[in-house]
């Protein structure tokens, strides 16, 4: 029997990071710059947290939004860290990671035809899950493009800042003109603040907390990044109560609830962490300055990230390799791993994506492993 499947499943390319990882998972001894994955295993206190609540028996079902006691920590937490608040009751939902919650938003706003703007580069679930929801996504590179690119049929403006792959983050002032845009044209903003926390130059802003934007903005966040928590699979959406509603009718059916032990690891890790966060996010930074200032040795012209994990020079002008060559030919000759700036689009294939959740001491054979194949190309 031929397997029926999906049409708009068949014109989606596989990711093109996953492609690079099993290249990556067939020689172990690559060190690897390409995961957007904290190395720091989760605070010593969420793991017991995680071990307690097996003991008491967390292993049910929870409410479909979430327990009332996760809901109401997230809504403290975010009351107190980016100051909006946001109704536990009616307009928190948490699923199974940001990436479920980007999903079930797209799923419960869009129709067949609608229009999405995305900016790229931007991370790589946000096109095709906007695909997979019938919506139709149409990239921008700048601020000052959204509105040429604004039709009858656009529904949401999709952004994360700090952002994966560039690492930049905006500006109040950036916000604000978004915030305009969106306001003018009725938009939905979804904003995936997932790397909030690990912001090294200036507080984050939440979109939410410009005036007026709450009503109009879907905000996606979660544990993977802030709290190393990416194998917990915890996520959360905070919006309208209609949005909330929305997006847990699909939950109910597709996910029932998240995983019962990790939210009420989520709890400590949102009440008792931000020590923890602020180590992590100081060694990160000093990464970060590693990375830089190793890069620009090499003769590359890069600009320092405000915010996430991720590096995303421009390779070509000072190689003349294509980022797919560079990545390639890097892991094959001195068994570093990067990703090429192709996964991001093809625009960007004189860029690679370089991850610094890493160790200092693995980055700096990494860096050294690069600054050889960099010279060798003379
Ligand atoms: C911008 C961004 N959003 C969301 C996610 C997914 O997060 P989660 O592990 O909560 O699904 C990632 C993971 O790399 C990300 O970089």
């Known amino acids: 029997m031929k397997i029926p499947s999906n049409k708009i499943l068949e014109t989606i390319p596989p990711s093109g990071i996953r492609k690079f990882f099993e290249i990556v998972a067939e020689n172990p001894d690559v060190i690897s710059l390409s995961v957007g994955e904290p190395d720091f295993d989760a605070p010593w206190s969420v793991r017991e947290a ?23 920590a997230i809504a403290k937490y975010f009351a107190r860290k980016f100051g909006v608040a946001y109704s536990p009751e009616k307009e928190i939902l948490v699923g199974n990671g940001a990436s479920e919650i980007f999903d079930l938003v797209v799923r419960s706003v869009l129709n067949p035809g609608d229009e999405v703007l995305l900016f790229a580069p931007s991370y790589v679930m946000y096109a095709p899950l906007v695909a997979l929801a019938g919506g139709t996504p149409i990239f921008v590179q700048k601020i000052s493009e959204i509105a040429k690119k604004i039709s009858p049929k656009t529904k949401a403006l999709v952004f994360g800042y700090p952002s994966n792959p560039t690492g930049a983050t ?30 090294y130059e200036t507080k984050h802003i939440s979109f939410a907390s410009l005036p007026k934007m709450k009503a109009q903005t879907a905000t996606i966040s979660g544990f993977s990044k ?122 960007f294939a004189d860029h690679i994506r370089i991850s610094y959740a890493t160790g200092l001491a693995e980055l700096e054979t990494a860096f050294e492993r690069m600054a050889h194949f960099v010279q060798s190309l003379k």
Not at 179 to 190: D, G, K, Q, S, T
Not at 259 to 276: K, P
Request: glycine share 6%.
């Open 170 to 199: 905006f500006t109040k002032s950036e916000l604000t003109k978004i915030a305009a845009l969106v306001e003018r044209n009725n938009l939905l903003a979804i904003s995936d603040e997932i790397y909030a926390e690990l912001s």
């Open 50 to 72: 995680a071990i307690a609540a097996l003991e008491n028996g967390a292993t049910h079902y929870s409410a479909n939004r979430g327990s009332s006691e996760l809901r109401g």
């Open 226 to 347: 802030a709290f190393a928590m990416t194998g917990f699979r915890l996520g959360y959406l905070l919006a309208p109560e209609n949005l909330v509603a929305a997006a847990n009718k699909i939950h109910q059916y597709c996910a029932l609830c998240a995983n019962s032990i990790s939210q009420v690891a989520a709890i400590e890790a949102l009440e008792n962490c931000d020590a923890e966060v602020a180590k992590m996010r100081a060694e990160y930074k000093l990464r970060r300055d590693f990375c830089v200032r190793e890069l620009r040795k090499m003769g590359f012209t890069v600009q320092k990230p405000a915010g996430a994990f991720y590096l995303f020079p421009n390779i070509r002008k000072r190689t003349g390799l294509s980022g797919d060559d560079f990545a390639l030919n890097l892991l094959k000759k001195e068994r570093v791993a990067v990703v090429p700036g192709s996964a991001f689009g093809a625009e």
